[in-house]
């Protein structure tokens, strides 16, 4: 037996145990809970002119968060002691598309939506794709065009536009 | 037989040229959303639903509404030939569908698929047509207690039916009736749970959430996989339509029974997913050939796909004469009414009969339009999978920033959608349900309403719930559906304790 879970270990790679993370998004959802509590209280949770107060509902509304996360944090035990989350491998190919939309997301109001989509699209196909240049130039700024085109010109949808745009007067 | 002279003039409506174009627009972009990784009903229609902001309500819904009939059928085409369900609903038809594409009878299976879903979908448009006016007539009469009431039903069915630990569920729709309470008070107009913070004044708004859970979770959960595509070829000919529609009668009873579990898995926020395994797990236990299920068997598609179909077509019949909306989709459509200015609830019969029939008749013609479209196109659809994953999901996601930033030009909601996406997949992977939580900041502000009228109506006492029949019973439902897990145990204990059944 030991020897079979030594070997599936080899085989699964490392990575944060599923109980772990339960346990992070249970106290995640309890802290939840309290705040919207706290935003009840604060809103008042009495009985107005208006019959409750606006903070009524949310007031029991938080404490049912916190009643269920405890359950559920109680609730951990049941699973599994040795299930993975996910391998440390798959959670940096997670990151890989995290972290360049978290910057692509954060440039859109300085850089407007088009420079970076064509820009987050072309970094995908060189770095995780590797394909040519000539032809990630292409499918990013083809895209970019055509999204251009459906949205602004015939859904008539206004994007956000940066210095770029401004200067091309689109 | 008002409804029928009203559907007559529906049918003129939806078979306006602008309407018709739009039409296939929606069931062709919707196959395609169908077919990619990430990109599911629910998204794809909210992120799309900027698109109608300059269309008349009708036109915009019958887009939209035909996105979603083409996601639907699309969810088989990737389960059968590439064994990724496109769809969670479409999960149990990989089970025989994949077996068959293995052993070349790709195009049986998918005429198949395309066929019973397209069979689901009538059943459950003609039961819309049928019954959605008078639930509409009933539900006139409903007052504050009443409403709230029917939204208790909806959100206890999530708890007691659902396959995901019920606290966890609890956990995800009170979240999600957090977040919808956060923002003006709409009863009072305070504010409140803001914190100071302007960003929040609005709230959260849920199209953003549903872009972010479903699209960028999505995306995020398939990257893990590292997915590489590998399918079978697709050729569909005439031939194997005809032979295959020749067989099909003979499943008859199959089809109706997967109709009706669609249908009433659909109505009762269950939804499509539990509805297909349901549908197939029945098949597999009744039928004559059940011991081959699982290594191609044509009913082991049938099955599923009829119930799926049924189930999401379904859910838009509390949506349409409620207001509560029956699936994440569903929902989606809802917040799209509001957005054109319609008030969702049973007046909508009486105020917007061109909506609502606009809409049924464009149910019935999209559906046909989409078993033509996807039996003439199958290949073409297919090679869109063939597209590398590294161009795909940059431009999926792309499309999701569009979609959050149009809703309400903002580009804080483009960082709260990447949030949102972080969040899904942490939910998705720990087991906790997204759809409760979308339906909740959907009705959230509605069910509150509700409730804090029926008290002030009441004076505070609870007692209101339970002050007539009508809201006792609705009441009395929502308790049995929440409760429904204990109660089938303790039902399965007593029958195993009666001797008779020690065999």
Redesign the interface.
């Known amino acids: 037996m030991a020897r079979d879970s030594s070997m599936s270990d080899v085989s699964q790679g490392r990575g944060p145990g599923?109980r772990a993370?339960?346990i992070g998004?249970g106290v995640f959802?309890a802290l939840?809970?309290a705040?919207?509590v706290v935003?009840?209280l604060?809103?008042g949770i009495g009985?107005?002119a208006?019959?409750?107060?606006?903070?009524?509902?949310?007031f029991y509304?938080?404490l049912?968060?916190i009643a269920?996360?405890a359950?559920?944090l109680l609730?951990i035990r049941l699973t599994d002691r040795w299930r993975r989350?996910?391998e440390w491998r798959?959670?940096r190919?997670?990151l890989?598309?995290?972290v360049p939309?978290?910057i692509?997301?954060?440039a859109?109001?300085y850089v407007g939506?088009y420079l970076v989509?064509a820009a987050?699209?072309a970094?995908?196909?060189v770095w995780?794709?590797k394909?040519r240049w000539s032809l990630t130039a292409a499918?990013s700024i083809g895209?970019t065009i055509a999204?251009y085109l459906m949205?602004e010109k015939f859904?008539?949808?206004?994007?956000?536009k940066g210095p770029l745009e401004e200067l091309l007067y689109l | 037989m008002e409804e029928i002279s009203n559907l007559f003039h529906g049918f003129a409506v939806v078979l306006q040229p602008f309407n018709l174009l739009v039409m296939l627009f929606g069931i062709v972009l919707g196959v395609v959303i169908g077919v990619l990784p990430g990109l599911g009903g629910a998204n794809g229609v909210a992120i799309l639903l900027p698109l109608t902001f300059s269309m008349s309500p009708t036109s915009a819904i019958i887009m939209l509404s035909c996105i979603y009939w083409g996601a639907l059928f699309g969810g088989a085409i990737t389960s059968v030939l590439f064994n990724i369900p496109g769809e969670p609903w479409s999960v149990a038809t990989t089970f025989d569908g994949h077996p068959m594409a293995q052993q070349g009878r790709a195009g049986e299976a998918l005429t198949a698929a395309f066929t019973s879903s397209f069979v689901g979908a009538l059943f459950a448009v003609v039961v819309i047509t049928l019954v959605a006016p008078l639930v509409a007539l009933f539900a006139l009469q409903f007052g504050p207690p009443e409403k709230f009431a029917v939204f208790f039903l909806a959100f206890c069915s999530f708890i007691g039916m659902g396959r995901e630990p019920p606290f966890k569920t609890v956990a995800s729709m009170m979240i999600g009736f957090a977040l919808a309470a956060v923002g003006l008070d709409s009863v009072t107009g305070q504010l409140r749970l803001t914190f100071g913070f302007t960003e929040l004044l609005n709230g959260f708004d849920f199209l953003i959430a549903v872009i972010g859970l479903f699209g960028i979770g999505e995306i995020l959960l398939t990257m893990e996989e590292g997915l590489s595509f590998k399918g079978r070829a697709a050729g569909i000919n005439p031939k194997v339509v005809l032979q295959t529609w020749a067989e099909l009668p003979r499943y008859w009873i199959t089809s109706l029974r997967s109709c009706l579990i669609g249908c009433w898995m659909g109505i009762s926020p269950a939804g499509a997913t539990p509805a297909s395994f349901m549908s197939y797990g029945i098949a597999k236990r009744t039928s004559r050939r059940g011991d081959n299920f699982g290594n191609g068997e044509i009913e082991g598609v049938i099955a599923p796909e009829t119930a799926a179909h049924a189930a999401g077509t379904s859910a838009l019949l509390p949506m349409l004469s409620l207001g509560v909306p029956g699936s994440p989709t569903a929902a989606v459509l809802l917040g799209g009414l509001l957005i054109w200015g319609l008030q969702p609830g049973p007046l909508l019969f009486i105020e917007q009969k061109e909506f609502v029939w606009g809409l049924i008749a464009s149910m019935y013609l999209g559906n046909l339009v989409g078993l033509v479209v996807v039996l003439t196109c199958v290949p073409l659809f297919a090679a869109i999978l063939r597209i590398p994953f590294s161009i795909i999901a940059p431009i999926i996601l792309v499309f999701c920033a569009i979609g959050a930033y149009s809703v309400h030009n903002s580009t804080f909601d483009v960082i709260m959608m990447l949030v949102f996406g972080v969040i899904g997949y942490v939910m998705k992977k720990s087991n906790y349900p997204l759809a409760p939580m979308v339906l909740a900041i959907v009705l959230g502000d509605r069910a509150e309403e509700a409730f804090r009228q029926s008290l002030l109506g009441s004076q505070g006492s609870v007692a209101v719930f339970w002050s007539n029949g009508l809201v006792g019973s609705i009441m009395a439902l929502g308790l049995i559906a929440l409760f429904w897990p204990l109660i089938n145990d303790g039902w399965i204990r007593l029958r195993a304790r009666s001797p008779r059944r020690v065999l």
């Open positions: 599923q993370v339960e998004v959802t939840f809970g705040i919207v935003g009840g604060q809103a009985w107005g208006e019959g409750p107060r606006p903070g009524f509902f949310p509304i938080g049912l968060i269920s996360s359950v559920n609730q989350f996910a798959q959670l190919q997670v890989q598309v995290l939309t978290a692509y997301v954060v859109i109001p939506i989509s987050l699209i970094v995908f196909m995780l794709g394909y499918i895209v999204i949205f859904f008539l949808v206004p994007l956000p």
